[in-house]
């Protein structure tokens, strides 16, 4: 008698694998398009100021504000690209170049009432869109 034991799996169980990977992997496209939404409807109202959340005008409560703005923006940014990449890959299809560029754009829009949180959402954007072209590549 053989001491390596067989593999009794059966054929079912084998095609219900794949199956599960690809539920669980929607599930993670859909959540993560919701966090996009809620950071999405949390920068407009915070960016477009509709709520100000610090009155006060000293440097420490201004740059605390200056950077949930930005960092609120770079969140949406990476889950919509999570969301939308995903989906893509799951279709079958490469993403685009307009997707990226139209996300870009969108996570933009959302810093122009205040020139600082452009900038430095501008360049946050720029290393996020550059690693994740590295992180691709690899």
């Known amino acids: ?3 390596i034991r067989k593999d009794t799996a ?4 084998l095609k219900k694998e794949p199956m599960f990977v690809e539920k669980t992997a ?5 959540f993560s398009a919701i966090l996009g939404g809620v950071f999405l409807v949390l920068s407009v109202i915070i960016n477009g100021e ?4 610090f009155t006060s005008d000293e ?3 201004v740059s605390i ?3 949930l703005k930005i960092l609120i923006i770079l969140f949406f940014f990476i889950f919509m690209m999570i969301s939308i990449g ?6 079958g299809k490469p993403l685009d170049f307009k997707l990226i560029l139209l996300i870009f754009i969108l996570s933009l829009i959302q810093a122009f009432k205040n020139s600082t949180v452009f900038s430095f959402t501008f360049i ?3 290393v996020l869109v550059i690693y994740f072209y590295v992180v691709q590549e690899s």
């Open 124 to 126: 946050g954007l720029l």
């Open 10 to 13: 059966k054929p079912e169980s």
């Open 65 to 67: 504000d200056v950077i």
């Open 59 to 61: 440097l420490i409560w």
């Open 1 to 3: 008698m053989s001491k």
């Open 50 to 53: 509709f709520v100000v959340i």
């Open 26 to 30: 929607y599930r993670s496209v859909i």
């Open 86 to 91: 995903n989906y893509k890959e799951l279709t």
